[in-house]
């Protein structure tokens, strides 16, 4: 039952699609807010590698700490995490806002893409800036360093729920990232919230499409209710 479940999670090739197109960060969280989940937004310290990336996809989490001696044998649970990754993923990393190390850089992007994931979201440093732009692989971190891994931060746990920054992010729900920062949408309403989204949507471009035709915002906000 478990490979059945995680199989039918990532179905979802053509909502991610539509999402990503339709969708914006804003919008899904106050989706959210209507349906009383009012902390789902993880910290506005975690920004897109570049401005106009866009993330959306099912969440593996992951779990960084910072550490202060060279293992025997590095990187065993962050491989063994990026190679889990299967169609539709998006890793979610925690590193606690290390600023020790980067978790991480081109070759897991590399990795990552081929697997299939649709980008990374890291509460951490990540490297290799220009080669991770230059692929238009979506990723979001707390900020840049040269630094390694090795020796100051190691993967305790993945697949399993984190903390990061505050929000609880639990394998395979949906998260969504953009401009204007990254929304966690917990999978027990994520059609409920994916609608609401979706008809916000609708009424703001109705909103839009009157007040460019001269209506005042007052008119307009006791028309449709949006601000």
Not at 147 to 170: H, L, W
Request: aromatic share 6%.
């Amino acid at each position: 039952m478990p490979n059945e479940q995680k199989d039918s999670r990532h179905n979802d090739t053509a909502l991610f699609d539509m999402m990503e197109k339709q969708l914006y960060a804003a919008v899904i969280s106050d989706a959210l807010d209507a349906a009383g989940y009012r902390q789902q937004t993880l910290p506005h310290t975690i920004r897109p590698l570049y401005p106009e990336a866009v993330v959306v996809g099912r969440a593996l989490p992951v779990q960084s700490v910072d550490v202060y001696e060279i293992p025997d044998e590095p990187y065993q649970q962050e491989i063994a995490a990026v190679d889990s990754l299967t169609p539709n993923d998006v890793l979610v990393c925690s590193t606690h806002e290390s600023t020790r190390n980067c978790f991480w850089g081109e070759l897991l992007s590399t990795a990552a893409r081929a697997r299939g994931a649709r980008g990374a979201i890291i509460e951490g440093f990540i490297r290799d800036a220009h080669q991770i732009i230059a692929m238009q692989f979506p990723v979001f971190m707390t900020g840049l360093s040269p630094v390694d891994s090795n020796g100051r931060g190691d993967v305790v746990a993945y697949n399993v729920p984190i903390e990061c920054g505050g929000v609880t992010v639990n394998p395979g729900d949906i998260v969504f990232g953009d401009l204007d920062g990254v929304v966690v949408i917990p999978q027990t309403v994520e059609t409920a919230v994916i609608h609401a989204a979706l008809e916000k949507v609708s009424g703001e471009n109705r909103t839009r499409d009157a007040l460019r035709a001269g209506a005042t915002l007052r008119e307009v906000y006791d028309k449709y209710g949006i601000l």
